[in-house]
C-alpha cells in the first residue's frame, strides 16, 4: 500500500476529527469544579454537537458528491478549527454548548466524503480503511491526554484552542497540496472515477440495510464508551493513578493500544469471510460488556482495553461492506447516510449518561454497560444474515 500525500492529509483529518469531538468530555471533568456544576449537567451541554455530527453529514455527502471533495475537506480543517478557537474563548453554558454545536457541525463533514476519498479504487479497501481508522482512533486517544494535560497546565480553554488551530493548520496546507500537481491529478482521477457509474452488486440493498442497522446501534456503542470512559476510569480506576491527568494517559494508552486491531481486521477481511470476523467481535462484544458491568481496578482497566479492541475494530468492517457494494458516484452520500443513523443514535449517549450518572441510585454505568451489551447481541443477529461469504480475492477483483 502506497502511503502518499493524499492518504496522509486524510488519515490527519480522521485524527483531528475524532480529537475535537471528544475533548469535552475530558475537559467537563476539569470544569465541573471551575463553574461550579455537575459533571452529569456540563456533559449535557455537547448534545446539540453530537446530534449536528449525524444530521449534518447528510448534505456533507451531497455537496461532496455534487460540489467538490478536496473542497469539502479544506471546509473541514478550516471549520473544525476555528470553532474549537471560538469554544475556547466561550463565556458561560449558552456560548459553550453553541461552540461545541459548530464542532459538531464541521465534524460530520469528515466521514462522509474522507472516508469516501480512502475507499476509492478498490483493491485492498479493508486495509486502507483499516490504518486510516487507527489515524481517527488515535484522535480519539489523544484527546484525553491532550485535553487533561492542557487543562492542567492553562485551563480548560487552551483544550479547545491549541488543537483547533493546529486543524486551521493543516488545512492551509492541504489546500496547497490540492493546488499542486500531485493534487490536481488526484482530484482529476477521483472525478473520473466518479463519472463512470459502476453498477452495485447484486444483493446490495440487503447488505447495506444490513450495514445500516449495525452501525446505527453501533454507534450508541462506540460513543457510550468513548465518553464515558474518562469518567469510568475516574470512578473505578483512579485507584490506580495519581491523578486525572495520569488517568488521560492510561485511557490514551487504552485507545491507542486498541486502535491497531482494525489494521489486524482489514487484513483479514480482505481475504476471509467478512460475516464470519464480523459475527466474532459482535459476539466478544457481549461478553466483554457483561464483565465490564462489575468490573473495577486492575480488571476494569483489561477489560476496557479488550473492550475497545472489539469496539473500534469493527469499523473497517462496515466501511468495506459500503465500498464493495456502492458504486463510486454516489458513495459519499452512501457514507452520509451510514453515518447519520450511527450519530442520531450516537447523540443519545450524552442525555443517557447524564442522567445514568446523576439520578442512579446503583452504578450507573453498570446499566449502561448491560445496555451495550443488549446492543452488541443485536448487531449478531443482523450480521448473521448478511449473504453467504464470497472470497475477498474475487470481491476485490469486482472493484
Not at 136 to 160: E, I, K, Q, S
Request: charged content about 10%; hydrophobic content about 60%.
Amino acid at each position: 500500500m502506497r502511503l502518499d500525500t493524499r492518504f496522509l492529509f486524510l488519515n490527519a483529518g480522521h485524527a483531528v476529527d475524532h480529537l475535537m469531538m471528544l475533548v469535552f468530555p475530558t475537559a467537563a471533568v476539569f470544569m465541573a469544579a471551575e463553574m461550579g456544576s455537575s459533571y452529569g449537567e456540563l456533559l449535557v451541554l455537547s448534545t446539540a454537537g453530537f446530534i449536528a455530527f449525524g444530521a449534518c453529514s447528510l448534505p456533507a455527502g451531497w455537496l461532496a458528491d455534487r460540489w467538490s471533495r478536496e473542497g469539502m475537506i479544506a471546509l473541514f480543517f478550516v471549520g473544525i478549527g476555528a470553532a474549537g478557537v471560538v469554544t475556547g474563548f466561550a463565556d458561560g453554558r449558552m456560548q459553550i454548548a453553541a461552540g461545541l454545536l459548530a464542532i459538531g457541525v464541521f465534524a460530520a463533514i469528515y466521514h462522509p466524503v474522507g472516508i469516501a476519498m480512502v475507499s476509492q479504487g478498490g483493491g485492498a479497501v479493508g486495509r486502507r480503511l483499516g490504518v486510516n481508522g487507527v489515524w481517527g482512533n488515535m484522535g480519539v486517544a489523544a484527546a484525553p491526554l491532550l485535553a487533561a494535560f492542557l487543562c492542567n497546565a492553562y485551563g480548560w480553554r487552551t483544550a479547545f484552542v491549541v488543537p483547533g488551530l493546529l486543524s486551521m493548520a493543516i488545512g492551509g496546507f492541504w489546500v496547497l497540496h490540492c493546488r499542486s500537481v500531485a493534487g490536481r491529478a488526484a482530484t482529476e482521477a477521483g472525478t473520473a472515477a466518479r463519472k463512470a457509474k459502476a453498477l452495485p452488486s447484486d444483493q446490495w440493498k440487503r447488505i447495506l440495510a444490513i450495514v445500516f442497522f449495525a452501525t446505527a446501534v453501533g454507534g450508541f456503542i462506540f460513543n457510550a464508551t468513548t465518553i464515558a470512559l474518562p469518567k469510568i476510569f475516574d470512578e473505578r480506576v483512579m485507584a490506580l493513578t495519581e491523578g486525572a491527568s495520569r488517568a488521560g494517559g492510561l485511557i490514551a494508552l487504552v485507545f491507542a493500544a486498541a486502535a491497531f486491531t482494525q489494521v489486524a481486521v482489514g487484513h483479514l477481511i480482505d481475504r476471509y469471510s467478512i460475516r464470519l470476523v464480523f459475527l466474532l467481535l459482535t459476539l466478544g462484544d457481549v461478553l466483554v460488556f457483561l464483565v465490564a458491568a462489575e468490573a473495577t481496578g486492575s480488571v476494569m482497566l483489561g477489560v476496557s482495553l479488550a473492550m475497545m479492541m472489539l469496539v473500534f475494530g469493527q469499523i473497517p468492517i462496515t466501511d468495506t461492506l459500503v465500498a464493495r457494494n456502492t458504486p463510486e458516484h454516489w458513495r459519499a452520500r452512501a457514507y452520509s447516510v451510514k453515518y447519520v443513523l450511527s450519530f442520531a443514535v450516537a447523540s443519545t449517549v450524552v442525555p443517557a449518561i447524564s442522567r445514568l450518572h446523576d439520578v442512579s441510585a446503583g452504578d450507573g454505568f453498570a446499566t449502561l454497560f448491560l445496555i451495550c451489551a443488549a446492543c452488541a447481541g443485536a448487531i449478531a443477529v443482523a450480521v448473521a444474515f448478511l449473504p453467504a461469504p464470497r472470497r475477498a480475492a474475487a470481491v476485490a477483483a469486482g472493484e
